[in-house]
């Protein structure tokens, strides 16, 4: 599978890549691995650079949270947005919120993927993404 220029990057990813014990820890390094040779950029927000430390810290420890900020952050190009971005993502969690389990950071990554990123495909193990219609890598 010939990967993309750019990918966007959810917490899932993250988290997959660096607990061994995640079920999707080496399907996630091989990504990680066919990225770097093919020259892919990972995209992704600071709202996921935060949920992404906080679960390391919680479910890991402040070690592997620390790792993630100082080993990874600083090779991902983090996207920022505006108001805009903020309002659509709250109609998208009240409108799809009570149906799917949709985090209000998913609600924002759909937003940033479709509307910044045009509809780049994304590196996650998180079905809410497939269910909201965005491209998952597999």
Known sequence: MALPNLVFCDTSFFYACLDPKDANHARARMLVAESASAGTAF????????ETATLLRYRRNFQAALAFLSDVKPG?????????VRAEAEQIFTTYGRDHRLSFC???SFVVVTMLLDHCP???FDEDFRSLGLTVLP
């Open 43 to 50: 995209h992704t927000t600071w709202d996921i650079v935060s």
């Open 76 to 84: 991902l190009r983090i996207v920022t947005y505006g108001d805009r």
């Open 106 to 108: 998913d609600a924002i």
């Open 122 to 124: 994304c590196f996650t």
